[in-house]
C-alpha cells in the first residue's frame, strides 16, 4: 500500500512538472500578445516610438550601403595593374628578348611587353619639347623597359610587391617600379570612412538603447499602483517585468522593420538618381541595397537593442517599488 502511495505521489509530481513546462510557453505567449495589446492601446506614442527607432536604425544603415557599395566599385582598383622594369643599359637586345620570353613562363604574370631604347626614345622626343635637342645626343640614354601584367590573383598589393623583388633579382634589371602609394591611402581612406560609420553606428544605437529604456520606464511609472498591487499578491519581479521586456521586444520589431522598408526605398530612390547622372557619361551603376540575411539581420539586431533598453529599465525601476501597507 505505501509502495502504491509512493508511485502515485511521484506521478502526480512527474505530471505537474510536466504541466509547468507546457505552461510556461503559453504564459509567455500571452504575456507577449497582452504587451502588443498595451502598444496598441496607446498607437500615438508607440508610432513615435517606432518611428525614431527606425530613423536612428536607418542613418547607420544607409551608411553601411554607401561603403559596401564603394567597396565594390573601387575593389577593382586595389590591385597593381602594372609593373615596369628598367633594364641595364649594357644589355642587349638579344638579351633583354630572352628575359621576357622567360618572364611570359612565370604563372604570376598574365602579359610581358617589351619596349626597346629605340622605341622609348622615339615615344620621348613624341611626347616632349625636346625632340630636336635629342638629335644632337650621340648615345642613347634610355633604358630597354619591359612592362609586366600580373595575374588577377597576382595583382593583390602584397603578392605584387614580392612578384616586384623576385623580378628586380633577374640580372638584365637595373630597376622596378610599382606604384602602390595610391592603393595605400586609397585603402586607408576607406578604412577612415569605415572607422567613421562604425563611430556614428554605436552612437545611434546607445540612443536607440536610451529611448527604449526611457518608454519603459515610462509606462512602468504609469503602472506604479497595479505594479504594487500586483507585489502585494506574490507576484515576483520576474513575472512583472516579462510584459515589459515583450515591449521593448516589439519596437524592436517595429523599428527594424520600419528601417528596412526606409532603406529599401531610399536605395531605390538613390538608384534612379544615380542612373540619370551615369547617363550623362553613357555609363551604368547599380546600387546594390540590403540583402535578405542582412534585412534579417537588422531586424534581430534591432530586437536586441529593444531587450537590452527594456531590461535595462525594469531592472532599474520595478524593483523600487514596493507595496505600503497604509
Not at 505505501?2 to 510557453?25: G, I, Y
Not at 616586384?164 to 581612406?189: N, P, Y
Request: aromatic share 8%; glycine share 4%.
Amino acid at each position: 500500500m505505501q509502495r502504491l502511495k509512493h508511485v502515485f505521489n511521484s506521478f502526480n509530481t512527474e505530471l505537474t512538472l510536466v504541466q509547468r513546462l507546457l505552461s510556461l510557453p503559453l504564459r509567455h505567449l500571452q504575456q507577449a500578445i497582452g504587451s502588443l495589446g498595451d502598444l496598441w492601446r496607446t498607437p500615438l506614442a508607440s508610432v513615435m516610438t517606432v518611428l525614431v527607432l527606425g530613423i536612428s536604425l536607418t542613418l547607420p544603415t544607409t551608411l553601411h550601403l554607401f561603403v559596401k557599395n564603394a567597396s565594390q566599385i573601387t575593389q577593382q582598383w586595389h590591385s597593381a595593374s602594372e609593373i615596369t622594369l628598367f633594364l641595364k643599359l649594357s644589355i642587349s637586345e638579344k638579351k633583354a628578348k630572352n628575359l621576357v620570353q622567360r618572364l611570359e613562363l612565370y604563372p604570376e604574370i598574365a602579359k610581358v611587353k617589351y619596349i626597346s631604347a629605340d622605341q622609348a626614345l622615339a615615344e620621348f622626343k613624341l611626347l616632349s619639347s625636346f625632340g630636336q635637342a635629342l638629335n644632337y645626343i650621340d648615345k642613347n640614354p634610355l633604358p630597354a623597359t619591359v612592362l609586366v601584367t600580373p595575374t588577377k590573383r597576382a595583382s593583390q598589393v602584397d603578392v605584387a610587391k614580392k612578384l616586384l623583388a623576385k623580378l628586380e633579382k633577374q640580372r638584365e634589371v637595373e630597376q622596378g617600379k610599382l606604384d602602390v602609394e595610391w592603393l595605400t591611402r586609397l585603402e586607408a581612406m576607406a578604412q577612415f570612412i569605415q572607422d567613421i560609420v562604425l563611430s556614428i553606428a554605436l552612437l545611434l544605437c546607445l540612443s536607440v538603447v536610451l529611448i527604449i529604456g526611457n518608454t519603459i520606464r515610462l509606462a512602468i511609472l504609469n503602472q506604479k499602483d497595479a505594479i504594487a498591487i500586483m507585489k502585494l499578491v506574490g507576484a515576483t519581479d520576474a513575472f512583472i517585468q516579462r510584459p515589459f521586456l515583450y515591449s521593448g521586444m516589439w519596437y524592436g520589431v517595429f523599428g527594424g522593420i520600419f528601417a528596412v522598408i526606409a532603406e529599401i526605398i531610399l536605395a531605390q530612390y538613390l538608384t534612379n538618381a544615380m542612373n540619370r547622372l551615369t547617363e550623362l557619361y553613357d555609363s551604368s551603376f547599380v546600387l546594390h541595397g540590403l540583402t535578405f540575411g542582412e534585412a534579417l539581420l537588422l531586424i534581430l539586431f534591432s530586437i536586441i537593442l529593444g531587450l537590452l533598453g527594456s531590461y535595462l529599465s525594469v531592472r532599474q525601476h520595478i524593483r523600487l517599488i514596493e507595496p505600503t501597507t497604509d
